[in-house]
């Protein structure tokens, strides 16, 4: 596995104006895999693409790039490309040229510089555009015209700052599909911001979450959204309902006033935890049926489903379902063994 | 829309009175002779005075090429620094433009001059004294001091709208501090230095004072050719009418090269 890693941070600090934005970051990026980091503004994600990029100098720690440190290195001569979040295209020349400047500037031959440029317009889906000025394209052909200009120079990484930012819903989820695929079909690193969530489970191999200039969790969309390691990434990652509870022995735990079943096991015995419940792995059950009796507070359609605000023991429940309960009614909740989280407690 | 039309009548009456009247003066007095009538004489008389003219447009070129040179850098770190200091820094570009031209111009005298400041100090230390005052040198220092601020302004307004993310993106891309001058800076502040050009060379071109206070009488400038013809001793103001109306079109000419580029920047301008 560690042979593969093409960008390696070793506890990297930077600090702005005796902030400290990146406390001591430490991580390994592997080849051909699409990165995500993830995490609320002020995160310190954008300032770690930011140090891979060179434009941000680190005030201590390594970057390592196929092992060699590049501390230090400016950024034209590293060898990977980034796509800005506000695109950074160039004004004043047109399609063609803002995907080829990258080429003209390492002097290739001009018929080389058509051949990659027309090659790579076309993978973006921008064959036909190349005459084109910059301020006549819409949103997502700006961002399409970002992306080729990077890509063009067969960078061995992809660093892209929220780049679907600044494009409606809609426009976002088709880029992000298109994303996937260009990382696939070019066989490269990308390494992603973003804040949003979803975008980070759709597209990543692996999800950074972030918080405080610290990473919280390392892992694949599936062990961070069902396996989170603190009540940080659990409520950041998708809705959650996060209990203190108590482990009273292996496989068995105190939560809401009652003892259920779960799959967790090397716990102390009688350990104070954290419990964690997805809304929607909430079954609603006839009040006799359940482990767990509470009182519908609100319910709210939200298209796929129910969003529904249930109080039991003091604690407000929520709880995703396909079948709404009215407001006032008392319900059963039933939670099996798989559905259960259980999580250290950590100070907060 | 007629009613829209009217709202320009004042400055149509000013335009009239104050614009287009006396150019067709300068026009009438340009083709007449004292007696009042047509000829030609006046400007083909101006042959003779076409090394002046020459002078007049190469220092006035030279100045604005060192104003473009000097006012390059100084344009981009403005538009550079945070919004409040930018607002102190544009304050003490004007600041000198506060300050009578003609006092200005009179401190340069004194600095330049033989037994002036300049010279005064270098002597302590064993150098000099050397001729400064009444060459061309010195002329094109007077258009540069006084002009420059015109270069900066503009120059500055169009730096401002390149966003640092561009510059950073063609580093990104593989470009050095030479190669985004070049291939991002420059074309990007077309407008600005369009208008700059503009604004340094045309009264660079036309000035009297500068060469009268710091040319000496060796250096005269089209501007010093006209103000005689009309206040001076040889009194002819059909040949300064002719003269001007021929500045006019060099003035003219020089303007439909730069606006194709500088419309936009012309806005900034304070």
Known sequence: MDNNVIVSLKNIVVDFDDQIILNGLSLDIHDKEFVTFLGPSGCGKTTTLRVIG?????????????????????????????????????????VFENVAFGLRLKKTEEREVRRRVLEMLEVVGLKGFERRNIATLSGGQQ???????GLVNQPKVLLLDEPLGALDLKLRKEMQLELKRLQREMDITFVYVTHDQEEALTMSDTVVVMKDGLIQQIGSPEDIYNEPENAFVAEFIGESNILDGLMLRDFCVEFAGNEFACVDKGFARNQLVQVVVRPEDIKVVSPIQGQLTGLVREVIFKGVHFEMHVEQGGFEWIIHSTQASQPGEVIGMCIGPDEIHIMARTED | MLQKKSLAGPYLVWMVAFIIAPLLIVGYFALTDAAGNFTLDNLTTIGRYSTVFARSLILAAIATVICLVLAFPVGYFLSRLRASKQHIMQMLVMLPMWMNFLLRTYAWMSLLEKNGIIN??????????????????????????????????????????????????????GAGMGKIVTRVLIPMSVP???????????????????????????????????????LGNSYNYNLGSAMSLVLMVIVLLCM???????EEGVEGVV
Request: aromatic share 12%.
């Open chain 2, 256 to 262: 439909s090269f730069t606006t194709d580029f500088g």
């Open chain 1, 54 to 94: 060179g434009f941000v100098e680190p005030k201590s720690g390594n970057v390592f790039f196929n092992g060699q440190d590049i501390a230090g290195l400016p950024p034209y001569k590293r060898q990977v490309n980034t796509v800005f979040q506000k695109y950074a295209l160039f004004p004043h020349l047109n």
């Open chain 2, 192 to 230: 600005g230095i369009a208008t700059g050009i503009t604004m340094v060379f045309v009264p660079a071109v036309s000035t009297f004072i500068i060469s009268r206070m710091l040319g000496g009488g060796s250096n005269l400038l089209i501007g010093d050719l006209i103000e005689l013809q009309f």
């Open chain 1, 143 to 149: 961002q399409r015209v970002a992306i080729a200009r």
């Open chain 2, 120 to 173: 005064r100090v270098l002597g302590l230390i064993g150098l000099g004294p050397f001729d400064m005052i009444n060459t061309s040198g010195a002329v094109v220092l007077g258009m540069v001091y006084n002009y420059l601020p015109y270069m900066i302004l503009p120059l500055y307004t169009a730096m401002t709208k390149i966003d640092h993310s561009i510059i950073e993106a063609a580093q990104d891309l």
